[in-house]
């Protein structure tokens, strides 16, 4: 980390940009976490989802990180904003754990897998190559990009690793 990095958190059902000494941050279980990051220009970006779709079709003009649906669309123009288009950015999917276990509902025991889905849908219908995935299981997870080089720390389960597939 250089002394001249900031730390931007990523919260729940938020969408974040970093570039050159900045460090992504967000903590993930069911929900899901979407890297994007351009090494060329050394633009990232993480999206924080919390479920692949509005269930009640009323809550997602009002809290459009949220869903899945109508994050990844934003994602892509946020990206695009800084100038980085399709074509310059690999994704990296993180999360969509089981989190829910000993609750008997249906809808709670498929929130990870279901997100999972939504973001693998997208993500191939854009054409932008998922490179990394660490999702499913049972473990929460805390993931940091760090927009210098594209390398991320992934904390699971008592480990660290770091990872450093960018393309």
Same mark, same amino acid.
């Given at each position: 980390?250089?002394?001249?990095?900031?730390?931007?958190?990523?919260?729940? &059902?938020?969408?974040?940009?970093? $570039?050159?000494?900045?460090?992504?941050?967000?903590?993930?279980?069911?929900?899901?976490?979407?890297?994007?990051?351009?090494?060329?220009?050394?633009?990232? &970006?993480?999206? %924080?989802?919390?479920?692949?779709?509005?269930?009640?079709? $009323?809550?997602?003009?009002?809290?459009? %990180?949220?869903?899945? !649906?109508? &994050?990844?669309?934003?994602?892509?123009?946020?990206? #695009?904003?800084? *100038?980085?288009?399709?074509?310059? =950015?690999?994704?990296?999917?993180?999360?969509? &754990?089981?989190?829910?276990?000993?609750? +008997?509902?249906?809808?709670?025991? +498929?929130?990870?897998?279901? +997100?999972?889905?939504?973001?693998?849908?997208?993500?191939?219908?854009?054409?932008?190559?998922?490179?990394? !995935?660490?999702?499913?299981?049972?473990? *929460?997870?805390?993931?940091?990009?760090?927009?210098?080089?594209?390398?991320?720390?992934?904390? #699971?389960?008592?480990?660290?690793?770091?990872? =450093? $597939?960018?393309?």
């Amino acid at each position: 980390m250089s002394i001249k990095s900031k730390i931007i958190n990523v919260g729940i &059902a938020d969408i974040k940009v970093g $570039k050159d000494t900045d460090i992504l941050r967000t903590t993930l279980g069911s929900c899901i976490g979407i890297v994007l990051y351009d090494p060329d220009q050394k633009i990232g &970006a993480i999206s %924080h989802i919390m479920l692949a779709k509005d269930p009640t079709g $009323k809550d997602m003009s009002k809290f459009p %990180h949220k869903y899945g !649906e109508t &994050a990844l669309p934003i994602l892509i123009d946020m990206m #695009k904003k800084e *100038g980085s288009n399709i074509g310059q =950015y690999s994704c990296r999917i993180f999360g969509g &754990a089981s989190m829910f276990k000993g609750i +008997n509902s249906q809808f709670l025991q +498929n929130i990870g897998e279901q +997100n999972i889905l939504v973001v693998r849908k997208f993500m191939e219908e854009k054409k932008i190559p998922i490179i990394v !995935e660490d999702v499913s299981g049972n473990e *929460g997870r805390t993931i940091s990009l760090y927009c210098e080089d594209g390398r991320l720390l992934l904390k #699971k389960a008592g480990m660290e690793k770091y990872l =450093y $597939k960018v393309r």
